[in-house]
């Protein structure tokens, strides 16, 4: 087999999704030796999601290259579970403390509030029992 269908079958699990999740491929090439993909994403849920999937593969990603970008205008998927976690806001919790403990990284917090943005309307301000989406991937 020659080394885009070998990469191509080592990452199948990325072209699945990029299959069902609705993200449109421009270029799905090798070049220096790495799959390459570019293209666009319904949303930045699927857009993380792809990248979880990466990561699970190669968490050095140094066979692909990815170039993904967010076009709101493609038509949405419904989302996979895999790829939304979700957290009850508790007693003296922020988005920073949340981000740190799920991110390792307090400035993640933003993440946390844009996917959120239906439920909160400013970034410090969370109520107890508030069931927050974590979104996935990078």
Known sequence: MDRFQDLKQKYASVLTLVQTQGVRLTHLHVQDNKLVLQGASPSESTKDALWTQIKAINPTYDDIAADITVDPSLPQVAVAASSRRTYTVQPGDSLSKIARQFYGN?????????????????????????????????
């Open 106 to 138: 307090a400035n993640d917090y933003m993440r946390i509030f844009e996917a959120n943005k239906d439920k909160l309307n400013d970034p410090n301000k969370i109520q107890t029992g508030q069931e927050l989406v974590i979104p996935v991937g990078r």
